[in-house]
């Protein structure tokens, strides 16, 4: 069992940059493509980022391309998010998530394929 657990989220102005983290424990980490979904009050969850096992091939949602950044320290068992020019349409939970089998050589940008998640953060864009 991969166990996840998200931090980093807060409440920022518009403009701001926050880091996110999500750590891992249980079964490798290093072994599952990762990625980072969100979900909006009266929202579907939407995903955001994912990053391949290995760290060497990433995938963003259009509309957050440049902003936003996927990446993943396998030594530490930890993936991250670094969000930069935030603004209150950012306003969401965050959540990281796990694909449900290991060593997939192909990225997903489906909720359905991740079956571990973390318990997610609120990070919050107001004035």
């Known amino acids: 069992q991969l166990q996840l657990v998200e931090s980093g989220g807060g409440l920022v102005q518009p403009g701001a940059s926050l880091r996110l983290s999500c750590v891992s424990c249980?079964?490798?980490?290093?072994?599952?493509?990762m990625a980072w979904f969100r979900q909006a009050p009266g929202k579907e969850r939407e995903f955001v980022a994912t990053?391949?096992?290995?760290?060497?091939?990433?995938a963003y949602a259009d509309s957050l391309k440049g902003r936003f950044t996927i990446s993943r320290d396998n030594r530490k068992s930890t993936l991250y998010l670094q969000m930069n020019t935030l603004n209150p349409e950012d306003t969401a939970v965050y959540y990281c998530?796990?694909?449900?089998?290991?060593?997939?050589?192909?990225?997903?940008?489906?909720?359905?394929?991740?079956?571990?998640w973390g318990q997610g953060t609120q990070v919050t864009i107001s004035p």
């Open positions: 249980g079964s490798p980490f290093s072994i599952y493509n």
């Open positions: 990053i391949s096992w290995r760290g060497g091939t990433t």
């Open positions: 998530a796990a694909t449900r089998i290991p060593y997939i050589g192909s990225l997903s940008n489906s909720s359905a394929q991740y079956g571990y």
